[in-house]
């Protein structure tokens, strides 16, 4: 089952011909463990509920509730120091004649008597048209000069992932004691795409010096005196924020946690979860400091953005937990769209022999329970899982440190291709790095593996 669809349905798709060989599932036997490790405790307001919106609206607000509110729609959560904010929505034309443009808006409060400095570390917001268009790919590219992307979650975090900050974010925000103050106001067109539908995501990493509320809007773009779309202000977000609901249409209602049969709804995300990023040092045991490489012809994998219902029999639950949330939203941040994976591989020959070792990433299928090892399809399903830049770090086989960015492509139970390969002398030491931003847009979970040669 896949966990995204909607934002999937942006994409461009080869319809599969009805001559095309049935896919056939293959077992690849190996372990899977559990990533050592643990996420950071820094806050994400974590906007993609209701992805689709056809009705403006509040889309996600921390701030305080006012005196007599009990609508539940602000969620009273303030940030101070480091936090993230993730967003992405879409917008659709209601009707074939109605293509005005949504805006989306991300307003922060300052409730404090002196003014609070924001500093945007890392920043980057598209759009699916024209900025990172759903194209067609080769599974693995060179992604050296971070050009390569395909579609707006691809995108920006491949940005991020450079600690890039996108030309129109300031390095700061001040804003005055006890006032509001825009982080984003961009539109979502639809007007010049056929279908009318559009997306947009925004990732940013950033630290108050004080306490800040926050929230993301959607609004239908005003007019001007001569009829013409114009950005809305300031007071007119304001205004929305104090008077209007959530944002519609609500998603589908998820599967409450203690419900275990039927089908799993997993449901989008709109709330502040725990964790920003996820750092490890993979080595044989809590207690070495080194990763064995598996003996030849053998493999063993981490599981990466693992679930409820897709833990790959090492029982962890990597969804990031929420902090606060709507009821009709999801109970864990699952996917972990905007979290960095930061991974250290020691890796050791331990063998008087020399070993060719590889590592890659993969997408086997979801399952709960391994039964003989990880299950792939041949071919892969024409659906994408996986689209999104991993960088790599190491010293090659001649003691020359390394840096590989690669965009990855992966359908359903892809095996994938090698990202690095390394020619081992015996006992050899060799440092891997691996770091890549769950991209949005992908469906939970994969694997890393390494694989010695026979």
Known sequence: MSLFLPILSLAQTTPVPSSAPPLQEIVIPQEVRALPGQLDNIPVFNSNSPELVLKEGILLSTFPSPLQDTSGVHLNFPFKG???????????????????????????????QEPVTVDILQAASYLSQPDAPFIELPSQVDNSFGKVYAGPGSRVSSDILRG???EIFPPQLIIPPQQSRMLLNLPIPVRSWEPPLNGRSTLMRLHSDGTVYAATLAKYAP??????????????????LDQSELAQPRDRTPTPPEVTTGQTIYGRVAGVSQGSQWQAWLTDSPSTQSLSIPQAGQAFSYGLSTLPG?????GQIQSAPMLVRYPDTAYLAHGNYGLQYSLTLPLVNPTNDHQTVTLALQTPL???????????????????FFRGSVAIRYKDDANLPQTRYLHLVQRRGQVGEALITLKMPPLDQRLVKVDLIYPPDATPPQVLTIRTQK
């Open 82 to 112: 480091r936090f993230d904010i993730f967003a992405h929505h879409v917008a659709k034309a209601p009707t074939p004649e109605d293509l005005r443009t949504l805006y989306l808006g991300i307003i922060l409060h300052n409730p404090e």
């Open 223 to 240: 007019l001007d005196a001569q009829g013409k779309e114009r950005s809305p202000t300031l007071e007119e977000w304001q205004q929305l």
């Open 164 to 166: 890039y900050r996108q």
């Open 310 to 314: 897709g833990t790959l029999g090492t």
């Open 366 to 384: 979801k399952q709960e329970q391994l039964h003989g090892g990880l299950n792939f399809l041949s071919p892969p399903a024409d659906s994408i």
